[in-house]
């Protein structure tokens, strides 16, 4: 009887080795591409095509196990657990003094590295490179019917570190939402090529296949964000009938759920949120008064190159709008992107009329969702906005634990108290080469928040309700008041 049962648990270890073998080979081959897409997928656009059917995960039956699996905090590679950690707890705190004692220890991944090159081997392994980020499966949050009714797209920027955008995508990431990731042309061919290579490991998940050279303040930072969002807007309904479009930079990060998201967005009632001002400076109507071109080459005593301001008067904008300042990161209704960058000739004019003038991205959506015909568009302005966090180094009295880039603060660790209960949807900016700490404990807030009910969290940390826009925020005039 004892020989007997040696002799099956030798056959069952067999099995079980067969078997794994098989699948880890099954997983090699299952990374969907652009040339054989797997069928019933969201087929990701070949050269000159943009193809789309209902999106669906794509996973191997190899990971359809460890759905829970927690990340060990001591690991570079943890950008989040189930819980928020004792580090964590401290680093939300504020307090510099124990932030300062943790810092002495190895116990939390203060740089979270990861090179181009290294990510193109680990996509090749689709399961390696879900699990290092934490995708779906080895993120499961609990997706309501309310998020199931209410896709999201997303347009993300990024010019270099896919590692970077990989941290946002998998704190954003849903499989019923959809996510554009724009590659500035002259990122090096190692990011382009780590990036894309990325994107086949997930059916929503796509490189824009229209790339702009950007140039700070230029057209060209405009047409990056358009990029995407016409490409988002050739997905047909039936694959993703997405609602609301939010366009994102790669060193953002989220302080809300998915959830928190969808409530916030409903709660906009079908109008787009576009932060801006309709009382403007001399000094910001210098950016539409006159014309400004390139230079043939960067300043000397300039890091990047921008748009010089030149003596001609410019032409006033089309159909009589006024010039106002608009922010540039926002969330657009799909009806308005269709009217604005597709079916309108106003939309058109206004964009050829930008293409000379001074951060045009920073006029264009304003000055469209003022315009009477406008879907999800007002004649109003108040400078109420919900996208980004920004901690900005224009008062003597805010301190930057990071370092400061263009007058905004790269978060460090002990910033990140301020900016954690932000009301804001996105925060900007994190550089988690720099210090990781922020998108770490970010993430570890919403994934408690995403998975475990309010009762059974032991930290402070309850879910967020939406903030509720001002009545003037809904208010729109008659289309036949004319243009303004």
């Known amino acids: 009887m004892t020989r007997m049962t040696s002799r099956s648990a030798l056959t069952m270890l067999a099995l079980v080795i067969a078997i794994t073998g098989l699948l880890i080979f099954y997983d090699t081959l299952a990374v969907p591409t652009k040339s054989k897409p797997t069928a019933g997928l969201l087929v990701k656009p070949a050269p000159g095509t943009l193809t789309w059917t209902r999106p669906q995960r794509n996973i191997p039956q190899s990971e359809s196990a460890n759905t829970n699996a927690a990340w060990n905090i001591s690991s570079s590679a943890s950008l989040g657990v189930h819980f928020v950690s004792k580090q964590c707890r401290i680093i939300l705190s504020g307090n510099t003094h124990d932030i300062g004692e943790l810092r002495k220890s190895e116990d939390f991944p203060w740089r979270y590295l990861e090179n181009d090159t290294d990510i193109v081997e680990m996509a090749a392994n689709c399961s390696l490179l879900r699990n290092r980020y934490r995708f779906p499966p080895y993120f499961a949050a609990k997706v309501s019917a309310e998020e199931l009714a209410f896709p999201i797209a997303y347009s993300v ?20 939402n959809i996510h554009c990731v724009h590659i500035d042309a002259k ?16 059916t929503n998940i796509f490189v824009a296949k229209s790339r702009q050279t950007v140039v700070y303040a230029h057209v060209s930072r405009l047409l990056a964000d358009i990029e995407c969002m016409k490409e988002l807007l050739e997905v047909p309904k039936s694959s993703c009938d997405w609602k609301y479009l939010i366009n994102l930079y790669s060193q953002d990060f989220p302080s809300r759920t998915n959830l928190e998201v969808v409530r916030q967005l409903k709660e906009f009632q079908g109008f787009n949120s576009i932060g801006g001002y309709l009382d403007i400076s001399d000094h910001i109507r210098r950016r539409t008064k006159y014309v400004w071109k390139l230079p043939n080459a960067a300043p000397k005593k300039s890091r990047e190159m921008r748009p010089i301001r030149t003596k001609q008067r410019h032409s006033p904008p089309p159909s009589n709008m006024t010039v106002v300042k608009n922010l540039a990161y926002n969330f657009y209704t799909r009806g308005f992107l269709r009217w604005a960058l597709i079916e309108s000739e106003v939309g058109r004019a ?9 951060s045009p991205d920073e006029h264009f959506w304003l000055m469209m969702h ?35 880039r263009h007058q905004i603060c790269v978060i460090g660790a002990e910033d990140v108290w301020r900016v954690s209960e932000a009301r804001e949807l996105f925060i900007n ?4 080469a720099l210090d990781s700490a922020g998108p770490t404990c970010m993430r570890q807030l919403l994934d408690e928040r995403a998975t475990v009910p309010n009762s059974d969290r032991i930290s402070r940390n309850a879910d967020k309700i939406p903030a509720i826009p001002p009545n003037v925020f809904f208010e729109k005039e008659l289309i036949s008041a004319g243009p303004p």
């Open 429 to 432: 900016k994190f550089d988690i």
């Open 157 to 176: 920027l990024a010019h270099e570190n896919v590692n970077q955008i990989l941290v946002l995508l998998s704190a954003i990431y849903r499989d019923h």
């Open 350 to 358: 206004l964009l050829e009329w930008s293409e000379d003038t001074y």
């Open 370 to 404: 003022r315009y009477p015909s406008a879907p999800g568009g007002s004649r109003l302005a108040n400078g109420y906005q919900l996208a980004r966090k920004i901690v900005w180094g224009y008062s003597k009295n805010i301190s930057c634990h990071g370092e400061w």
């Open 187 to 202: 990122a090096s061919q190692e990011t382009y090529n780590a990036m894309l290579r990325a994107s086949e490991c997930f």
